[in-house]
């Protein structure tokens, strides 16, 4: 069985990390490791990460000497991890128990490098408030807008040695996937709703000052856009967003 490494960054998640952690050792696929990259600077979490870290001994801690974002900690634990395959959980969403099973499955099965599943979003109170269908993804379709789960991915690791996640607060993850899909990689979607994606009021995510200043470093800095075409791609991608 191929080895799979879950990889979670933490910072100031106290309140759900328990919970995605437990949905992560109830896989009924069990050949796996988790690494968790603390990039937090509060000695008492990092207590209490700690001791989490004693529920299971497939559980290894990164600690970060200073906070470098979710983005940059997740470089730092691909590096570090030993499986074939990487899954990605951010520290407040959750996994159905069978979602690193259904997924390396079909991945072995079709010969895929990248799949993604659908998701359903929840709030704080782990109300389901929307759904997000997955569908075959190629450049052409990312560019205009990213209608891919960070928590849902699996990846080969192979595909992570040269294009890794990018230095900044939100969107860091759309760069990797617009990498990797214009060198025509492909991510196939798995149609099960294996991942529950947490909506907070207060997260980077939910920032729209923040997703715009990096939707536009994103066309700008790292595709190389013009100012004009970076613009208009923000304008799509913005668009797109509002329609889902």
């Known amino acids: 069985m191929a080895l799979i490494s879950v990889i979670i960054p933490y910072f100031k998640n106290k309140k759900y990390i328990s919970r995605a952690l437990r949905s992560v050792i109830q896989q009924s696929y069990k050949n796996f490791e988790i690494i968790i990259i603390f990039d937090n600077d509060s000695n008492d979490e990092l207590n209490y990460i700690k001791n989490l870290k004693k529920i299971d001994n497939?559980?290894?801690?990164?600690?970060n000497n200073k906070n470098?974002?979710?983005?940059?900690?997740?470089?730092?634990?691909?590096k570090a991890s030993k499986g074939k395959y990487i899954a990605f959980l951010d520290s407040d969403d959750t996994w159905h128990p069978k979602k690193l099973k259904i997924q390396l499955t079909h991945m072995l099965k079709n010969k895929i490098l990248i799949s993604h599943t659908s998701y359903k979003i929840i709030n704080k109170k782990n109300k389901i408030i929307g759904f997000r269908k997955a569908k075959k993804?190629?450049?052409?379709?990312?560019?205009?807008s990213c209608d891919i789960g960070l928590s849902t991915v699996m990846i080969v690791k192979?595909?992570?040695?040269?294009?890794?996640?990018?230095?900044?607060?939100?969107?860091?993850?759309?760069?990797?996937?617009l990498k990797l899909a214009k060198k025509k990689n492909v991510f196939y979607p798995i149609k099960n709703y294996l991942t529950k994606w947490r909506k907070l009021d207060n997260s980077l995510s939910s920032s729209?000052?923040?997703?715009?200043?990096?939707?536009?470093?994103?066309?700008r800095v790292y595709l190389g856009q013009s100012i004009i075409k970076s613009l208009i791609s923000l304008l799509n991608l913005s668009i797109n967003y509002i329609k889902k």
Request: glycine fraction near 6%.
């Open 58 to 63: 497939r559980i290894k801690l990164i600690i």
């Open 68 to 78: 470098i974002g979710a983005g940059l900690s997740r470089n730092k634990a691909i």
């Open 137 to 144: 993804l190629e450049y052409s379709q990312l560019i205009k």
């Open 158 to 177: 192979e595909l992570l040695i040269k294009d890794q996640f990018a230095k900044l607060k939100t969107k860091e993850d759309y760069v990797l996937w």
């Open 208 to 219: 729209i000052k923040q997703k715009l200043l990096d939707g536009y470093t994103v066309y």
